[in-house]
C-alpha cells in the first residue's frame, strides 16, 4: 500500500459491491452481528471505516477510507468529503441511503445520539486533540450507523448516516 495522507482533503466514500480484502486497510476493531438475513461487519480501520451487508445473494461495502481504491473493488458510488452529499439507492432486495458531512471540531466530537453499540478507536497524536473514528448502530427494522472522523489537525471532522432498509425506499 502506498504512503497515505490522513486528511479530510484524501478521505473518500465508496459503496462497493462485493466484499473487498480490508486487510491492507489496517482493521483495528471489528464486530460482527446478524441482522434480518442478513450478515453486518463493522470495522474501524486504520486508514477510517468499513460497514459489509452480506447474504446469500448480496454482498456490499461501505468504505470511508484515505486509501485509494483497490484495482479489484467494483464501486457503485463514489465521494469525495469536501462538502454535505447524500446518496440514495435500491440495490437487488436494499435500499441504501448515506449522507457525509464535514463539520469544524470545536471540542472532543463524539456520535450524536443514543447507539445499541459502538466502536470507537483513538489514534495516537502529539496534539492535544486526539483523533478519533467512532461507529454506532441500531438494528431493527432498519439499520441505522453513524460514524465520525476527526482530523484535529485540519480542525475538522465528517460524520456519516447510513440508513439501511430491506423494504425499499422509506
Known sequence: ?????????????RLVA???NLEPLIVLQQRTLAWH??????????????????????DITE?????????????????????????????RSIYWQTTLTPFPLT??????????ETLIHAF????QVTPITAIGWNLGQKLH??????????GLGVRSVTVVSREGKP
Request: charged letters at 15%; proline letters at 4%.
Open 63 to 91: 468504505i470511508l477510507s484515505c486509501a485509494e481504491q483497490a484495482d479489484n473493488e467494483t464501486s457503485l458510488w463514489t465521494a469525495k468529503v469536501n462538502s454535505p452529499v447524500t446518496y440514495e439507492a435500491n440495490l
Open 18 to 20: 462485493g466484499k473487498p
Open 145 to 154: 450507523i453513524q460514524t465520525i472522523h476527526t482530523y484535529p489537525q485540519e
Open 124 to 127: 495516537p497524536t502529539t496534539s
Open 1 to 13: 500500500m502506498q504512503s497515505l495522507v490522513h486528511s479530510v482533503t484524501t478521505l473518500t466514500y
Open 107 to 116: 471540542q472532543e466530537e463524539q456520535l450524536l445520539g443514543t447507539f445499541e
Open 37 to 58: 438475513e442478513y450478515t453486518v461487519t463493522f470495522s474501524i480501520l486504520g486508514t477510517s471505516h468499513a460497514v459489509s451487508l452480506e447474504s446469500r445473494d448480496t
